[in-house]
């Protein structure tokens, strides 16, 4: 159980244009899912909080305009990437919250490699 | 400040041999302890959670210590294989209101296991 799936697991793109990954919890539902950023042998770094059915929360330095995320439903959020540049190249992660299990608890994906060129 | 840090930064060990991997941890309040195994290109996989009581927990090769008084925690792993290596990372929760603000990763140890 607790499994949670992204797509695509690798994406390159031209520089200007938009990405969109997907996140899915597949045998749970998640109020809560988190998107994080990891450059080449750095650790994990906490992009923003997805909420269902409210606007996200972004960290500091995070650009929200840039960096778009919908979590439509219990099972599904998605990240954005708006106008990409090389800058943005890196493994996209998610995670995602039991409904009932409390925010700490945090089931991950598989990630998501983005080039831009 | 709330701070994870993670001994060494990589570790290179032969097949068969045991290795320990260190976690120090300054996270206040603290809610529980993890051990992930992220392979390389992967999403990190839960290994150990450790609550506050808990002095020791196993998965297979691997047992996790935590030690809360000193805010200490280690990785030990038991008869290494080549599928171990991987980037180890510890995450500690502290008790918070909500949000992920309440986890803290360390950078990970690399650990490569060579024939």
């Known amino acids: 159980g607790a499994v949670v799936s992204q797509h695509p697991s690798w994406v390159i793109c031209k520089s200007g244009t938009s990405v969109k990954i997907e996140c899915r919890s597949l045998d749970f539902q998640a109020t809560t899912m988190f998107w994080y950023r990891q450059f080449p042998k750095q650790s994990l770094m906490l992009m923003a909080t997805?909420?269902?059915?409210?606007?996200?929360?972004?960290e500091q330095g995070v650009e929200k305009d840039k960096f778009l995320i919908n979590h439509a439903s219990l099972t599904l959020s998605t990240l954005t990437v708006t106008s990409a540049h090389p800058e943005d190249s890196s493994f996209y992660i998610c995670?995602?919250?039991?409904?009932?299990?409390?925010?700490?608890?945090?089931?991950f994906g598989p990630g998501t490699r983005l080039t831009v060129l | 400040k709330n701070q994870v840090e993670q001994s060494p930064q990589s570790l290179i060990i032969l097949e068969g041999k045991n290795c320990t991997l260190q976690c120090n941890y300054t996270v206040s309040p603290f809610s529980n302890l993890r051990w992930y195994k992220q392979d390389t290109g992967r999403g990190p996989v839960s290994l150990t959670i450790?609550?506050?009581?808990?002095n020791t927990k196993s998965n297979g090769r691997y047992t996790a210590t935590l030690d809360a008084d000193t805010k200490q925690s280690s990785l030990h792993i038991t008869a290494s294989q080549l599928s171990d290596s991987a980037s180890y990372i510890c995450v500690v929760s502290r008790i918070s209101g909500g949000g992920a603000d309440g986890l803290t990763f360390g950078k990970g140890t690399h650990l490569i296991i060579q024939p």
């Open positions: 450790m609550t506050f009581s808990e």
């Open positions: 995670s995602a919250s039991p409904r009932l299990a409390g925010l700490n608890t945090q089931y």
């Open positions: 997805s909420n269902e059915g409210s606007k996200a929360t972004y």
